[in-house]
T-cell receptor, first 114, second 110 residues
């Protein structure tokens, strides 16, 4: 079974703080993704990575950055948290050989920015 | 511009009856369509997929139908069970990106 873990289930931060969200997968997947989930908007892609040290912008990268120093770990960084970044953040991984791109998700981190 | 749309935010069904969840898309270049299921406080989990060259895929109680001319797909759950109560996301893939719909919350009443 693929396991994707996220460092925190709930996080409360203050406006302007730097926030790190960590994601680790244990199935040697090349592809990793960060999404945010908001009511009525579904899952929106922030960044993705298809290899170590590689990253690509998704649909809503503004205000975020990522880091992938090891294959199993993909970090999402909020350089200066703002209240509009209050959301559920979901990490996922997949195999590039899988043409359906079935993704395996972590449990999510609910971030509140005050 | 939403390329994948789920127009019903919620659906309520009696246990044992059929649940039909709908999804529309705009991009005819998508290769695969997937359904994910999400329980509260958990990440989405893959449920069933269909290739763009097929019109039906069945897995137990779950069947996905694809109508390419209408750019429409639907997920049928028969019979519905209380444990099926969750948010269902429709997704479409093409290249590196997967586009998700906004989700439909299904309530199955006992």
């Amino acid at each position: 079974d693929v396991k994707v873990t996220q460092s925190s289930r709930y996080l409360v931060k203050r406006t302007g703080e730097k926030v790190f969200l960590e994601c680790v997968q244990d199935m040697d997947h090349e592809n990793m993704f960060w999404y945010r989930q908001d009511p009525g908007l579904g899952l929106r892609l922030i960044y993705f990575s298809y290899d170590v040290k590689m990253k690509e912008k998704g649909d809503i990268p503004e205000g975020y950055s990522v880091s992938r120093e090891k294959k199993e770990r993909f970090s999402l960084i909020l350089e200066s948290a703002s209240t509009n970044q209050t959301s559920m953040y979901l990490c996922a991984s997949s195999l590039p050989a899988d043409s359906t791109d079935t993704q395996y998700f972590g449990p999510g981190t609910r971030l509140t920015v005050l | 511009d939403q390329q994948v749309k789920q127009n019903s935010p919620s659906l309520s069904v009696q246990e044992g009856r059929i649940s039909i969840l709908n999804c529309d898309y705009t991009n005819s270049m998508f290769d695969y369509f997937l359904w994910y299921k999400k329980y509260p406080a958990e990440g989405p989990t893959f449920l069933i997929s269909i290739s763009s060259i097929k019109d039906k895929n069945e897995d137990g109680r779950f069947t996905v139908f694809l109508n390419k001319s209408a750019k429409h797909l639907s997920l049928h759950i028969v019979p519905s069970q209380p444990g099926d109560s969750a948010v269902y996301f429709c997704a479409a893939t093409g290249g590196f990106k997967t586009i998700f719909g906004a989700g439909t919350r299904l309530f199955v009443k006992a």
